[in-house]
Structure formats: structure tokens, C-alpha cells
């Protein structure tokens, strides 16, 4: 896939604060609701230690550094640096999903994206990089660590690529979506295969696989689409990620080797497979009720 060069990136939507904490305990009103998570690998291996600051292509971030936005913005300004530098490209990513939930929510209001390292403090508690990616409703905005995707690679055996941060960001997107429609309100903390966890996230997938179905033609403010071309390649790489974060797949390869159904909270990786395509091959969010369906794959 690629960016159009001349498309304008918008940094306002991110807040770029890596280099500006140290690792922070998990606390207070823990994490709201976690989009794709290491997380779980904690729960079921008692490893920690967090996703590695500045990996897989993104700048490096020395312990005592600051980035912030004012850098960013110097750096990120077209589709060019976009497909230059991957903090460009995850900018780009950002201002995709948020034009394309503009035209498809009437009175969609934008959620900012927090690029950190370590740790940070949120609207929901504190949390640090072995979180994962997600979403906070207390405050409304995205946090991740972009050492992720490389966690995502080594850690789980996905095949990455940018296409694969596109549909990271665009699940976590999913559930600022969930948050604005009430649907993440209904949903307690309960856990199982039908459990309303489960069908929460893979609303999210379905919601991502929307956004995928019409990242080539969603534009920028001047209306210059964003992204010029997503390959079946890049689908498939996505499909692979979802593949790798199935509650299935992380019990089974990073866990104890016994598949608990009871304990999902995410979804099977066929499940979460299943729902991306369907938004994909649709692209009509309306066509990611798991809510109202007996059968989730």
C-alpha cells in the first residue's frame, strides 16, 4: 500500500508524548476497554517487561528524550513522509480512519491519539506498554505504544506491515465508535465465547474492515484521498494480525497450551477473522451487528 504524495497529514490528531514518562503501575480505574492486547500474554505467562520504545521503524526514543508534537508536525506534513517514516504513516493512518468516521457518523467527534513509551496516565488509570493498544471512554482518546508492532511480530509470529497498523488503529477507533453509539455502555466485564466482551471486539474488527473497504477513496481535508492503493497482500497481512490475537491462538501458542472458552474476552482468531471480512468485503458498518446475531464464526 501507499500513501499519496501529496496528500496533507494533520498531527493535531496526535499527542506525541514518548520520552515524557517512565513505566507506570497499572492503577486507579484501570485501562477502559483494551483494543488489541499484550496484556493477555501477562495474564497467562507472567512476563511483562513492555513492547520495545522506537520499534519496528519508528524513531528511536532514549529514556530521558522528548518527541512531542511541535517534532512531528515539523516531520509528518504529506502522504511523502508517510511513506518515508512509519510515525508519519501511523499520523496518516490516524487522519484515514477519522475522515472516514466523519462521513459515515453524522456528529462524529474526533478522537486524539496518544503516542507514548513506557507508561502513561489516562483518563481510566494508569498504564504502561505491556497494556497493548487501547482505547480509554473516560477521556475519549487512543493510547499505544508503537513498539507494539514489533511486539506484534516477534512476540505473536504475525507478518506485519503498514497495513497491519492500519487495522491496529482502526479497531481501537472501532471502539471510540462503540463509545459515541452507547453499544460499549451495555457491555459488562463479563467473559466466554458469547460473552458481550467478545462481541464488543469483534465489532471492532468489523468496524476496521469497513474502514479497509474504503481507505483508497477517504480524503484529506483538501480532499485528496490519503491512501492510493491497498493490495490483496496487505488485506491478507491484516487477516494474519487478526489471526495472531484470537484468545484461541494467544492460550494455545503464549499460553499454557489449553484452550479456555470461557476465559475469551477478544474472540477466536477465526471469529476475529471472520468479522474483519465482513466489514471489508462490505464496508457498511451496519453490517457489524455481533450484538444482534446467534452466530459470531
Known amino acids: ?19 515524557m514518562g517512565g513505566r507506570l503501575a497499572l492503577g486507579g480505574g484501570g485501562v477502559g476497554i483494551i483494543g488489541v492486547i499484550i ?11 513492555g ?38 504513516r501511523a499520523v496518516a493512518f490516524i487522519n484515514s480512519i477519522q475522515s472516514y468516521w466523519t462521513s459515515q457518523l453524522d ?11 513506557g507508561g502513561v496516565q489516562t483518563g481510566c488509570g494508569n498504564a504502561d506498554s505491556a497494556t497493548g493498544p487501547f482505547y480509554c471512554p473516560a477521556d475519549g482518546e487512543v493510547y499505544i505504544d508503537l513498539g507494539f508492532f514489533q511486539e506484534l511480530q516477534q512476540k505473536f509470529g504475525a507478518k ?46 468489523c468496524y476496521a474492515g469497513a474502514w479497509a473497504n474504503h481507505a483508497t477513496n477517504t480524503p484529506d481535508a483538501s480532499g485528496q484521498p490519503l491512501i492510493t492503493g491497498v493490495t490483496d497482500e496487505d488485506v491478507a497481512a491484516a ?16 499460553g499454557g497450551g489449553t484452550v479456555d472458552t470461557t476465559q475469551f474476552t477478544h ?27 446467534d452466530n459470531l464464526g
Not at 39 to 49: E, N, V
Not at 267 to 287: F, L, V
Request: with cysteine.
Open 267 to 293: 474472540g477466536s482468531s477465526e471469529q476475529r477473522q471472520k468479522w474483519y471480512s465482513t466489514g471489508y468485503q462490505t464496508g457498511d458498518p451496519n453490517q457489524c451487528d455481533t450484538f444482534g446475531t
Open 1 to 19: 500500500m501507499e500513501f499519496n504524495d501529496d496528500a496533507q497529514l494533520d498531527t493535531s490528531q496526535v499527542s506525541d508524548q514518548r520520552g
Open 107 to 117: 456528529g462524529y467527534t474526533p478522537a486524539e491519539t496518544n503516542f507514548f513509551s
Open 39 to 49: 496484556y493477555l500474554i501477562t495474564q497467562f505467562t507472567g512476563g511483562g517487561g
Open 239 to 254: 487477516l494474519d494480525a487478526a489471526s495472531r490475537i484470537g484468545d484461541d491462538f494467544i492460550q494455545k501458542e503464549l
Open 160 to 205: 506485519g506491515g503498514p497495513f497491519v497498523e492500519g487495522y491496529v488503529l482502526a479497531h481501537e477507533y472501532g471502539h471510540h465508535i462503540q463509545d459515541l453509539l452507547g453499544t460499549s455502555d451495555q457491555v459488562g466485564q463479563d467473559t466466554g465465547a458469547e460473552s458481550g466482551s467478545v462481541r464488543l471486539e469483534l465489532q471492532a474488527d
Open 51 to 88: 513492547s520495545p520504545s522506537g520499534a519496528g521503524g519508528f524513531g528511536d526514543i532514549g529514556q530521558n528524550e522528548q518527541v512531542g508534537a511541535s517534532d512531528l508536525g515539523e516531520r509528518c506534513r504529506t502522504g511523502a513522509d508517510a511513506n518515508r517514516e512509519a510515525d508519519c
